[in-house]
């Protein structure tokens, strides 16, 4: 089966969509599937090209740029990346991202997988998929008009015009993959997109058990004190994270002597405002961190945060869960009571919900848990066995082979020629009710 996969993220971005493109590219070439990648230049959570990509950077007239990256071969093709994000200007990033990947060379693909967000990328690599008779899985990681929708960043009119592509996409696909039963619902519910092409393949944890070893290393280095009950949130920091709850809260405990200490790892294009609202003593900002050092300050921390805007409750399912699962640690949640994200932290018992942009809620959580022991403990472990039985790395992308490989097949038969599937060793994943 020879796949060819169209995102514009991947490694080595470190954090959100690109880990996981990465991690089934990875995957199928291991199996034996011949795997092609078309992408853009690094630039996520940052908002800016890593040092060392963007041939147009080097004056040396290239447009792409060809890699091999653990045994596959990557594309990538130019564009623009915007400073400051916003609707207009990401779709004119993934309009001049799409068109690149669409004149690319695809190797004749038995199945193409196109990786949404970014949506209008996916857009214009159908248009060649369907003149050239090539299958299509789209992979939605996040519903993007709902995300236009609850974020706030487009008005009426902008969401209406943008529910209509993206169902028109979708109807496009052979296959739809998600990666919840709610995104499903949704899809077929909301937008009548055909329940037999929607397949739901959940995000994996893709990284490896944290034993905690250099927790007292990394405490001591960074200043962390025995006492000091930290609460970490670790990604993007952006429009729909909301950080400035954590500022706030940050404040509140600082007022009131409080032992809770936030800390904020990683990048994104809030990260200066949030650090212009004042940093005190009960807040900490870490620079993204390698994978090893990542990890040890991961397992080094009280408590894991997931902090949402106010108003989101369908379009995602933040991908740090998968990680924080796996750490055995507790995690606060400041998100809206009928979110996803609320549903998967039940759904796993691996923590508290309270309510988004409460900053006082937020210190009230963190010193409870701070307190208790026995309740913290209890949260982390429900975590990780959720972590073990559902989020899997083998059996969730053994579940997606087996859909792309059914795909291929079909294709095979169409084309006249016998496509068998690669099937040895391949398990189907256990969806939770």
């Not at 795997?35 to 041939?55: F, S």
């Not at 779709?91 to 001049?96: A, M, N």
Request: one cysteine or more; glycine letters at 10%; hydrophobic letters at 40%.
């Amino acid at each position: 089966m020879k796949v060819t996969i169209i995102g514009l993220n991947y490694s080595p971005e470190p954090t959100g969509i690109a880990v996981y493109t990465a991690g089934l590219s990875e995957a199928l070439t291991a199996t034996g599937h011949p795997v092609t990648v078309i992408t853009g230049n690094p630039h996520y959570p940052q908002w800016r090209i890593y040092d060392g990509y963007g041939g147009h950077k080097r004056g040396d007239g290239r447009e792409h740029e060809h890699e091999r990256i653990r045994g596959v071969n990557v594309t990538r093709v130019p564009h623009g990346v915007p400073s400051k994000p916003r609707l207009w200007n990401r779709l004119g990033l993934e309009l001049s991202f799409g068109i690149r990947a669409v004149f690319s060379k695809w190797d004749k693909p038995d199945v193409a997988v196109l990786v949404t967000p970014a949506l209008f990328s996916v857009g214009a690599a159908m248009l060649r998929a369907r003149l050239v008779h090539t299958k299509t899985c789209i992979w939605v990681q996040d519903i993007y008009s709902l995300g236009v929708s609850e974020s706030g960043t487009g008005g009426h009119l902008a969401t209406w015009l943008l529910r209509g592509i993206e169902r028109s996409i979708l109807r496009s696909a052979n296959t739809v993959v998600v990666i919840h039963e709610r995104f499903k619902r949704y899809l077929v519910e909301e937008m009548a997109i055909d329940a037999d092409s929607v397949e739901v393949v959940r995000n994996w944890c893709h990284t490896g058990y944290p034993n905690g070893d250099r927790r007292e290393e990394v405490r001591t280095t960074r200043g962390w004190k025995s006492d000091d009950i930290v609460v970490l949130h670790a990604g993007n920091m952006g429009a729909k994270q909301a950080l400035e709850n954590v500022v706030h809260a940050s404040k509140i405990a600082e007022q009131r002597g409080s032992k809770v200490r936030f800390v904020l790892l990683g990048d994104g294009n809030k990260r200066h405002q949030l650090e212009a609202m004042g940093v005190n003593r009960r807040l900490e900002f870490i620079d993204p961190l390698p994978e090893e050092a990542f990890q040890a300050t991961l397992s080094a921390a009280d408590i894991l945060l997931v902090n949402e805007r106010p108003g989101l409750t369908e379009m995602c399912v933040p991908s740090k869960l998968t990680t924080y699962f796996n750490t055995g640690l507790p995690v606060i949640a400041a998100t809206d009571e009928f979110s996803v994200t609320a549903d998967e932290l039940a759904l796993a018992g691996g923590g508290i919900r309270i309510n988004a942009a409460v900053p006082g809620d937020l210190v009230d959580a963190a010193e409870m848990l701070g307190r208790d022991a026995e309740s913290s403990a209890a949260y982390g472990a429900a975590g990780r066995r959720f972590s073990a039985d559902f989020l899997s790395s083998d059996a969730t992308i053994s579940r997606f082979r087996r859909i792309l490989e059914q795909g291929a097949c079909d294709s095979g038969v169409e084309r006249g020629r016998l496509a068998r599937p690669f099937l040895t060793g391949a398990t189907d994943a256990v969806e939770p009710k």
